[in-house]
């Protein structure tokens, strides 16, 4: 499984932004997906997971209301629509893929690398 995650860049606090990450790899549709990010300094976290139809959906508390996780099956990616950015949300963000959802959300087994995501206040 090889992930590649893209969209990153540099906003100004409130600005939105869309990652992208796309999945190499047969029947995507069975693969839960992720996203994760680390802040310089900090261990990485936990921001959103879906599973493969996209019946389940988790966000961490911090994103709620401002973050939105998407996929299209048919295209292979898993999308991460971010609002009201804040200049805490600066960070690296990775995709992760697994097969089970409990494994995905915790941390999941294939990543991608990471794209950087830097919010000016």
């Known amino acids: 499984v090889q992930l590649q995650a893209f969209g990153g860049g540099l906003v100004q606090a409130g600005d939105s932004l869309r990652l992208s990450c796309n999945a190499s790899?047969?029947?995507?549709?069975?693969?839960?997906m992720g996203w994760f990010r680390q802040a310089p300094g900090k261990e990485r976290e936990f921001v959103a997971a879906i599973s493969g139809g996209s019946r389940n959906i988790h966000y961490a508390d911090s994103v709620i209301g401002r973050f939105t996780i998407s996929r299209d099956n048919a295209r292979n990616t898993v999308y991460l629509q971010m609002s009201d950015l804040k200049p805490e949300d600066t960070a690296v963000y990775y995709c992760?893929?697994?097969?089970?959802?409990?494994?995905?959300?915790?941390?999941?087994?294939?990543w991608g690398q990471g794209t950087l995501v830097t919010v000016s206040s």
């Open positions: 790899v047969r029947l995507f549709s069975t693969y839960q």
């Open positions: 992760a893929a697994d097969k089970s959802y409990l494994r995905v959300v915790n941390g999941g087994t294939y």
